[in-house]
C-alpha cells in the first residue's frame, strides 16, 4: 500500500543458508558404551538478533555510512548479488517515486513535506528542511545518484551500517546482518499521513485497509504486495476489482431505442478502498463504443470519477469520496445506441479505467474490458 501513490516500503530479501555452525572434532573411539555426542541447536538469526524498528522517529532518515564491506548504499551496489530483486524494484512505483509529476508541482510550490516519503533520507534532498515543510539552505551533503533512486534498497534495509533482512535466517555475506520489525506500521509511515488541519487523512490505505476484513483475516501488505519476497510493488486492478456487465442483446439496431448497459464495480481483491494513495491519484471510469474502424473516433457512452474531492476553503474537508472500498460495490447504468445516419459496421463496447497520477497529467487506461457488437 503506496503513499501516492499511493505507496508500499521496499523489502530486499536476503535470506539464504544458514551459515554452516562450527565442525566438531573427530575424537577417539570410546570403548565403553555412550550415546554419541550432539552440538547444542543453533537458534535461527531471528531469534538471536533483536529486531530493528525501521522508522521509530519517523521520516527523513540520515544515511551515516555505508555497511563495512559495501562501497556505496546505492542500490546499485545491492543488485551486484541481488540482481533479481533489483529488476523487480526498477519497476515498481518505489523506484520512480520522485519523478512523478504531483510531487515535482509540490517542490515548485515551495513545499518540502512530500520529499520525506518519496526521498526519505537527507542525502536525496538538495536543500535542508526545517522538519515542518519548508526549505532551508542547500544540502552540502545532497547526492544526486540516491536522489533519483527514490524509496531506495537502504530505505528498508539499512541502519547504522548494518544491512536488514526482512526475517528468518540470515546467511553469509560481506557485511553486517541484521533482522528488521518489518510490518504494517512500517508501511504506516508514508501510506497514512494526516497534515495538520486536515479533518481527515490525505492518505488513508493504512487506516482503510484496518477496517476491512483483510486486517481481521491477517492478511497484511506484505501478503499482497510483495508476495515471495517480490519486489515489484504489485498493484494490479484485474487482481482488485471485479466487474459485472449487462445488456440485453449483443446487437445494436441503427436508429433503434438505445439498450440500458448496467455495470456493476466490485472491490473483491484489494485490501483498502480503490483507487488508493494520494488524492492526486484518480481513476476514471468510463464506457465508449469503439468502430466501424480502428481509425473512426470513439464515442463515449458514460463516464464517472473515482477519486476523492476537498474542499477549497482551507479546511481539507473531505466532499465526496467515489472510491469502492474494500468488499465494496459501485452500480450505474447508462444508454447505449446508434443515431440511424451512424456508418455500418460492427462495434465494440469499451468499458475501462483510466488513471490519473497528478494534478495535470494525462489519464491513461489501467484496466479495459470489450464486448463485440452487431449493427444492424
Known amino acids: 500500500m503506496l503513499r501516492s501513490l499511493p505507496g508500499l516500503a521496499l523489502l530486499l530479501c536476503l535470506i539464504a543458508e544458514p551459515a554452516a555452525a562450527g565442525r566438531g572434532r573427530k575424537s577417539k573411539k570410546d570403548t565403553s558404551t555412550s550415546t554419541p555426542a550432539t552440538q547444542t541447536p543453533r537458534a535461527p538469526t531471528s531469534q538471536r538478533t533483536p529486531r530493528v524498528p ?57 513545499d518540502a513535506r512530500c520529499l520525506q516519503c518519496h526521498q526519505p533520507f537527507t542525502q536525496q534532498q538538495d536543500r535542508l528542511t526545517d522538519g515542518a515543510g519548508h ?13 533519483m533512486e527514490g524509496i531506495t534498497c537502504a530505505t528498508c534495509h539499512l541502519r547504522d551500517g548494518t544491512i536488514l533482512a526482512a526475517d528468518g ?64 510493488l504489485q498493484a494490479d486492478l484485474d487482481q482488485a476489482l471485479t ?23 466490485m472491490n473483491t481483491g484489494a485490501g483498502h478502498h ?40 482551507g479546511s481539507w474537508s473531505l466532499v465526496t469520496d467515489t472510491r469502492i472500498a474494500p468488499g465494496g460495490t459501485r452500480s450505474w447504468s447508462f444508454p447505449m445506441g446508434l443515431s440511424r445516419k451512424a456508418a455500418p459496421g460492427g462495434r465494440v463496447l469499451e468499458i475501462g479505467l483510466w488513471r490519473r497520477h497528478g494534478i495535470d497529467e494525462e489519464a491513461e487506461p489501467a484496466w479495459i474490458q470489450t464486448y463485440p457488437l452487431t449493427v444492424q
Open 243 to 265: 466487474a459485472l456487465v449487462r445488456f440485453p442483446s449483443p446487437t445494436v439496431v441503427r436508429g433503434g431505442e438505445p439498450v440500458t448497459v448496467e455495470l456493476t464495480m
Open 274 to 313: 480503490v483507487p488508493s494513495g494520494s488524492p492526486y491519484t484518480s481513476l476514471m471510469a468510463r464506457a465508449r463504443l469503439l468502430g466501424p474502424s480502428p481509425q473512426s473516433e470513439p464515442t463515449v457512452l458514460w463516464e464517472q470519477p473515482l477519486g476523492r474531492e476537498y474542499a477549497d476553503d
Open 169 to 232: 535466517e540470515a546467511g553469509p555475506a560481506p557485511h553486517p546482518i541484521g533482522i528488521s520489525d518489518m510490518g504494517v506500521a512500517s508501511c504506516e509511515t508514508c501510506h497514512e499521513w494526516q497534515p495538520a488541519g486536515h479533518q481527515v487523512p490525505m492518505y488513508d490505505t493504512v487506516s482503510s485497509w484496518r477496517r476491512s476484513g483483510w486486517a481481521e483475516a491477517g492478511v497484511d501488505c506484505v501478503d499482497c504486495h510483495l508476495p515471495g519476497g517480490s519486489h515489484e
Open 135 to 147: 526549505w532551508l539552505d542547500p544540502n552540502p551533503a545532497w547526492s544526486p545518484t540516491l536522489a
Open 54 to 110: 525501521l522508522f521509530p522517529d519517523g521520516l527523513p532518515l540520515d544515511l551515516a555510512r555505508a555497511p563495512a564491506g559495501l562501497p556505496s548504499p546505492s542500490a546499485q551496489t545491492c543488485q551486484g548479488c541481488h540482481p533479481s530483486t533489483g529488476r523487480q524494484w526498477r519497476g515498481s512505483g518505489h523506484h520512480v517515486a520522485p519523478t512523478l509529476l504531483h510531487l515535482q508541482a509540490a517542490q515548485a510550490a515551495e
